[in-house]
């Protein structure tokens, strides 16, 4: 198993940036590919971001490409999302994930993932 613990949401106001962490325990951290998803109230799970396990290769969802930026840190078991330029339909839940790859594509959907975290809230006032 692989605990995943994600922290840095909050209240920020549109224009602002927030830094949300992902730190996890438990299984190798640098042989997961790690992504990021959220979900806003009465709304599915969305893919936001990804990173594969050497941190070489990303991806991003369309509504954040420019604004968000995924990174990690294998020495300290850990990813990172950079949101920047927040807008109020950033207002979610974000969730921190691990998939054990396949291949060498990142995938960006959530039932591919096998682990999760509690998820931290982030909250933008226009």
């Known amino acids: 198993q692989m605990q995943l613990a994600e922290s840095g949401g909050g209240l920020a106001q549109a224009g602002g940036s927030l830094r949300l962490s992902c730190v996890t325990s438990?299984?190798?951290?640098?042989?997961?590919?790690m992504g990021w998803f959220r979900q806003a109230p009465g709304k599915e799970r969305e893919f936001v971001a990804a990173?594969?396990?050497?941190?070489?290769?990303?991806y991003y969802a369309d509504s954040v490409k420019g604004r968000f930026t995924i990174s990690r840190d294998n020495a300290k078991n850990t990813v990172y999302l950079q949101m920047k330029t927040l807008e109020p339909e950033d207002t979610a839940v974000y969730y921190c994930?691990?998939?054990?790859?396949?291949?060498?594509?990142?995938?960006?959907?959530?039932?591919?993932?096998?682990?999760w975290g509690q998820g931290t809230q982030v909250t933008v006032s226009s």
């Open positions: 994930a691990a998939d054990l790859p396949l291949g060498s594509v990142l995938v960006t959907r959530a039932a591919a993932y096998d682990y």
């Open positions: 438990g299984r190798t951290f640098s042989t997961y590919n």
């Open positions: 990173i594969n396990w050497s941190g070489g290769s990303t």
